[in-house]
């Protein structure tokens, strides 16, 4: 693989809070940590649009407490189809992530596939953030279909404005991370211009979440709170800090 950086993981820490102090606690414990990037889950503080109005100030204050870190931020606005809290419509939707572009330059911003082909209906001429910026997110919570069938869709989310294709899936056992796994592989030597970030949900799947080498995830979450985890089978972001660097300081020799 031409692309060093996908031989091992940029780290990611999840941070969410429903209120702003519990969001500056989750983003102090994930400052402590060896890490590149970290997610802000502002669906955690905004479930509908009306509480998007309502939450102003809050999100203002989260914003002062992310100027304060070095490493890259990523927006997402997960909905409740997709594993997450947000109720709102597509609009809706495109609408809070683009007031949120407006008042904070992050690094990234996940756009959920079902929403962007939501958005051919034209609620925007243009979506938030850059092509380099975007990734384009599915979550299936049932299970992780036949290679075929998750290569079709990896291909149709390769041919948006999207540097970054994700995809997230419940594995039953370790055959399913296995050919997860293997799409892995097939994808970056299919479309070597995107980034693949993937996972095999739950326990089955936590092998996926630590992998190094051409098939690894270019992106891997860990959470700052274990009691609540953004996602099944999301390691503790301690230990996945300390097990990919460990295989980075190997690698680096």
């Known amino acids: 693989m031409e692309n060093n950086e996908c031989i091992i993981p940029k780290i990611c820490g999840a941070v969410g809070g429903r209120t702003a102090e519990v969001f500056r606690n989750q983003f102090m414990e994930a400052e402590k940590h060896r890490i590149e990037i970290i ?17 102003k100030e809050s999100i203002k204050a ?6 304060e870190t070095q490493k890259q931020v990523m927006l997402t606005l997960r909905s409740v189809k ?62 992780v279909p036949e290679s075929s069938e998750i290569l079709a869709l990896f291909g149709k989310m390769a041919g948006l404005d999207a540097t970054f294709v994700k995809g997230a899936f419940m594995a ?19 479309y070597p211009e995107r980034k693949l970030i993937y996972m095999a949900m739950g326990e089955a799947g936590m092998t996926s979440r630590i992998l190094t080498g051409e098939a690894a995830s270019a992106i891997t979450y860990g959470s700052v709170d274990t009691k609540a985890p953004t996602a099944p089978g999301q390691l503790d972001l301690g230990i996945l800090a300390e097990i990919l660097n460990l295989q980075r300081r190997a690698i680096q020799g």
């Open 39 to 55: 997610e802000w889950r502002l669906d955690a503080m905004v479930d509908t649009y009306e509480a998007f109005q309502r939450e």
């Open 62 to 67: 989260c914003i002062e407490t992310l100027r």
């Open 82 to 143: 997709e594993g997450g809290f947000f109720k709102g419509n597509s609009k809706e939707y495109f609408e809070i992530l683009m007031e949120m572009d407006g008042n904070f330059d992050f690094g990234m911003i996940d756009i959920e596939y079902a929403r962007w082909i939501d958005n051919a209906a034209g609620y925007l001429e243009k979506l938030p953030g850059s092509g380099g910026k975007r990734i384009v997110s599915h979550h299936d919570f049932e299970r």
């Open 172 to 190: 039953k056992n370790f055959s399913d991370t296995l050919r997860l796994m293997e799409v892995a592989l097939d994808f970056n030597s299919e």
